[in-house]
């Protein structure tokens, strides 16, 4: 018995086991939590996560990190606004955030992958700088949205569902499959898993760091942008600490900080783990500064949990 | 048999900072031949086929592909002109499965972006078999170093080669394996394909190649016909002086048998060894041969406490010790080299005195502050005894040559005055110089009553410096010689799990470096 238990949480599917009894187990017990209506505000609460957590996964399954994301979620959604604003073009003020988010990526992947920066450094300088950017082009302050169609973004619904869900979803199925399905996948992962390995067989290691960086800027930029709309303005402040949910998320769903290693269906239940944990708490009005204490320890648990299953898988490692 | 040239190189030469690693060699290889490429370590065979490969860029010289200059300016370059390299180090993703590392280079040229997974596993399946019967599918990760090895190998069959380079390839290799292999390689010559040998083992040089060549030092030595040669022309030739003048002398017969020193008895950690029994005696130095993967590093890493042990029992000097740490370890005297120097022997941005000092800090330190006067005087005291060429006791270690860093590394040991040292391939990657200083020195060592393990790779190491050797196979002690027993053939034998009587097929091989 303990031993097939035990086999079950620590084999292949363990954290999907876990999840589905945890939401179980939450369903039953908490008042209001299996409704539609909390199921929707529970996963637009998550969006801005589950979209960077994506490419997220990429950076780190290729053995990077990327401390930036927060900032520059911020700054393209200020950019997006502050475009949009000034052209009268909402068109415009995407194309403008999407091309800012980029240029983030690819000059943290330029640095980190061409100048073999460490990646925790250049990110952590590209956080503080591009930060400092959303500020300095709002002067501090939120900037509102004059066109009111900018909010439809978010608002808007599609078979009952927000816009920003489907685009998480729509986002999970196409970085799902470009993990698995592709060529750029595969190579992400093999140059996690032994980077002078990838080199010899022929892979363009440091263009793909820097292809990897760049997909992540531009993929913070879509989560600014509906962010912005969510919270009808740009502000210079949004998205602090993002960087460390994401990146829990993805832990959270098995993808290994030493790289090689990770699953697109591990991310989306990471994150929704992360969204239920926040609102169960809600939910249960436990207080803000208890939540922080159990998110902590949730990750904790995951990474303990992990640990034991890949000691557990590999006896030789 | 027409001679067409398909490979040249030209006057090539490769530095690294100050130390040449190639000096303006030349090399040719004909369609359709196996060429043996033969040197001690260090001989620069390897650094060859990285600049052919794509892997090093050539500091100076040329790289000719049918007459050709060519720019191999990455291993994609490489293997886009058919050149394919079967690594001596196993270069594969752990996470990915057998079917996509073999893939990868392929996979990588195709223009697709898409992923086709059944086509890719049926045809490495194909592949695959003609090797070993393994299952494509599985993840890297979980095979046996000797398959990984046969992986890596069937790598390199993928690709549409016309230079297929073979560094090593049988180092982790049972004997069935390798003869496979040889089978395979007769069939690509057959199909016209150029073939690089490199190989330290001169019965397979001479079952499997047309020409060999030779390096010494970075330089092109020579190239002849393996049918004008025997393998003691060959060794004369890597070796360019008389092999009994680089060991120093062993124990004499009358001080064999001294009293042991460290006894091992039953030791297993339940996976990678088990069932391990072995005395060190005073006075001697006790080899450790075995194929890579074997066990030995494993071994010493259980006798000193850094690889938790499950069974056993390790007596020092009559004593029974109870180690659960490294640290218990060096107290009591037995203490290990790591086969990594760089990784975790030595700290190459320290000083050399903070090094020798670093096992036992506490005896340099009065009232919790370090004496840093004592730690000079410690320092000096054991780099001029065991010869250290610096500039001083405050260098960092990293301004050392190999050697020279090795012998740091062992003054870091001999500072916390140890019983026994346990040595994991103390002079891989040294010149020969330097080499045949750290045996001698490791001879006194031994003479003045340190218990000295020896594990190494080279079996003419293993030869000319120990006493005795103990052959490590798939965890277990497969077997131990002495004397005149101790051949090169006797090690390789026991190591991969052949009997005395079978076997004889193999020319037989003088030395091989």
Sequence with gaps: MTTSLKKLLLGEQGLLVIFAAAFVVVSLTVPNFLTERNMLGLLQSVVTIGVVACTMMFCLASRDFDLSVGSTVAFSGMVAVMASNATGSIVLGLLAALACGAIVGLANGIVIARFRINALITTLATMQIVRGFALIASDGRAVGINDPAFYQLSLSKFLTVPTPIWVMGLFFVVFGFLLNRTVFGKNTLAIGGNPEASRLAGVDVVRMRIWIFALQGLVCAVAGVLLASRITSGQPNAATGLELSVISACVLGGVSLAGGRATMTGVVVGVLIMGIAENVMNLLNIQAFYQYVVRGLILLIAVLLDNMRSVAGRPRA | MTTETVLEIRNV??????????????????????????????????????????????????????????????????????????????????????????????????????????????????????????????????????????????KALTLDCRVLIFDEPTAALTETEAQVLFGIIRDL?????????????????????????????????????????????????????????????????????????????????????????????????????????????????????????????????????????????????????????????????????????????????????????????????????????????????????????????????????????????????????????????????????????????????????????????????????????????????????????????????????
């Design chain 2, 189 to 513: 010559k057959a199909r016209g394909i150029s073939i690089i040998y490199i190989s330290h083992r001169m019965a397979e040089v001479f079952s499997l190649c047309d020409r060999v060549t030779v390096f010494r030092d970075g330089r092109y030595v020579a190239t002849e016909e393996i049918a004008d040669v025997t393998p003691d022309d060959v060794v004369r030739l890597m070796v360019g002086r008389e092999i009994s003048q680089l060991y120093p002398d062993k124990q004499h017969s009358s001080e064999r048998l001294g009293e042991p020193i460290l006894s091992v008895r039953g030791l297993g950690d339940g996976a990678r060894f088990r069932d391990v029994s072995f005395e060190l005696r005073h006075g001697e130095i006790l080899g450790v041969g075995g194929l890579i993967g074997s066990g030995r590093t494993e071994i010493a890493e259980g006798v000193c406490a850094l690889r938790p042990v499950t069974q056993g029992e390790i007596r020092l000097h009559d004593k029974v010790l109870r180690l659960r740490r490294y640290s218990d370890a060096a107290k009591a005297g037995v203490v290990y080299l790591s086969e990594d120097r760089k990784g975790s022997g030595v700290f190459l941005d320290l000083s050399i005195a903070q090094n020798i000092a670093a096992l036992d800090l506490k005896a340099l330190t009065s009232l919790g502050l370090l004496n840093s006067r004592k730690e000079r005087v410690l320092a000096e005291d054991l780099t001029r005894r065991l010869g250290v060429r610096m500039g001083g006791v405050d260098m960092p270690v990293s301004s050392l040559s190999g050697g020279n860093q090795q012998k740091v590394a062992i003054a870091k040991q001999l500072a916390v005055d140890p019983k026994v040292i346990l040595m994991d391939e103390p002079t891989r990657g040294i010149d020969v110089g330097a080499k045949s200083e750290i045996h001698r020195l490791l001879r006194e060592l031994a003479r003045a009553g340190i218990g000295i393990l020896v594990i190494s790779s080279e079996l003419p190491e293993l030869i000319g410096l120990c006493d005795r050797v103990l052959v490590v196979r798939e965890g277990r002690i497969a077997g131990e010689v002495s004397g005149d027993e101790m051949t090169e053939e006797a090690i390789m034998r026991l190591a991969s799990g052949i009997g005395p009587a079978n076997g004889t097929n193999l020319k037989a091989s003088g030395h091989a470096a």
């Design chain 2, 13 to 154: 030469s490769k530095h690294f900072g100050a130390v040449n690693a190639l000096t303006a060699v030349n090399f040719r290889l004909e369609r359709g031949e196996v060429h043996a490429l033969c040197g001690e370590n260090g001989a620069g065979k390897s650094t060859l086929m990285n600049v052919i490969a794509g892997v090093l860029p050539p500091s100076e010289g040329e790289v000719l592909i049918e007459g050709a200059p060519v720019k191999i300016a990455s291993p994609a370059v490489a293997q886009s002109l058919g050149i394919g390299l079967v690594h001596q180090e196993i270069a594969l993703c752990p996470d990915a499965t057998i079917a996509e590392n073999m893939f990868m280079a392929a996979t990588n040229r195709r223009r697709s972006a898409l992923m086709n997974y059944a086509q890719l596993e049926r045809d490495a399946q194909a592949v695959m078999n003609r090797l070993a019967p393994i299952d494509v599918s599985q993840k890297v990760g979980d095979l046996p170093i000797s398959s990984q090895q046969l992986v890596e190998i069937a």
